[in-house]
């Protein structure tokens, strides 16, 4: 006989078989097809990557116990100032300017949040804030607090709630680790004491201490498991799919997605993949698992692709674009740029076009002497400077006999009888005469940037662009 606490019984048993079907975990690879798991992994992939290799790149440069002088190298909340332009010698990040001087700081907001503080500055500087994204959300400079303003702003994560000290502004990052690639204009050689001095009035003072004239930076933390001697795109090339989607989870704990990515995360979800929570290749199905590894062997394969195409590999003409710095759902552009430049500002603060091809599509190469002709009236049209980089294969600055980089407006440089501009690209000098306008390269593959400091619409809508590479032998 069935009695109503039997019934009871049934039903409440019933009601907790559904509420453990409905709100634990979906069984992945019932709801995916391994075809289906191996594209929602690589597409996963491109978009993780700007994130992934963002920390990174941070960690490695954090891990310091105090600023080295090294471009980039300074604790976490303290600003590496970087007093000298960068080297050939420098590799820790690809394509580095030699315009500025450079104003880094890597931030943790968990603990509590930090104030920026900038002293009135009276030429070209910014102070772009990007999220460990990458995604630039504000950026002092001169475009856009002004010249010559002294500002204080109230740097939070984004989980802080708070009240701020009277009359200072609130940034509230998207995520907890976020970045200062902070720049300075530094006119050659003599202007380096002044810029040094513009420097040391970027600070960055935690909350707690503000007022406090006693504070002290504290001594930071080195970790002994980081790796320093291994660049960090060779670290991220070098994680197998568990590693990789490890460690995007662990840092999804802090760093949420943007509010424009519930598609992506609704697919990972569909391979397993939860925001908040680990996530152990391990526990899957043999079947997906395999397809996860294959579709992160193929996400590898297309960020290299997507860099490549971004610094020019592959063209017949400048690579840019107007919409870097702030990408919405563009992963594949974020993953590019991060792959070729990473720490790209907004196009109004500056843009870079980038070659690897001469006029003819063929591969630029020190083997070759070319020229960069400008017509008259036809330089770069800017609100602040313009500068043309030579680097390597593979991004990095070329030591040569003139130690010379770059050459730009701020360049002695001397124009022809009709008032246009040669600038002379090769490796070997093309004699006294015509030394002012070169700009030496190596001996094999090399590409070239071509750096708009505050670009006019003009550059913005493309109705300037860039002249060709020609190869004169």
Known sequence: MQTSATRSFRLGSLMAMAAAILFSAPVAWAQVSEAEARQITKDAYVYAYPLVLHD????????????????GEAPFNQFAHARDPATPAFRTVIRPNVDTLYSAAWLDLGPEPLVLSVPAVDRYFLLPLASLWTDVFAVPGIRTTGRNTARNFLIVGPRWHGTPPAGM????????????????????PSDLETVRRIQQAYRLTPLS????????????????????????PVQVANMDAATFLARLAELLKDNPPGPLDYPMIHRLERIGFHVAQGYDLTAQPAALREAIEQGTADGKVEVETLGGRAAGVGAKGWVYSTTVGAYGVNYAERAAIARSALGMNLPQDAIYPSIATDSEGR?????HRYVVHFEKGKLPPVGAFWSLTAYDRDGYLIANSLNRQALGDRDALRFNSDGSLDLLVQATSPGREGEADWLPVSDGPFNLMLRLYMPAESVLDRSWTPPPVKRLD
């Open 209 to 232: 201490a503000w007022g406090k004239a006693t504070w002290s930076p504290p001594k930071g933390m080195v970790d002994p498991n980081i790796q320093m001697k291994v660049r960090p």
């Open 169 to 188: 502004e609130v940034i509230r990052s998207p995520t907890r680790i976020a970045a200062i690639g902070g720049r300075t204009q530094v006119n050659g």
């Open 363 to 367: 591969p630029l190469d020190g083997a």
């Open 56 to 71: 990174v790149t941070i960690r490695r440069l954090a891990n310091v116990s105090k600023p080295t002088g090294a471009l």
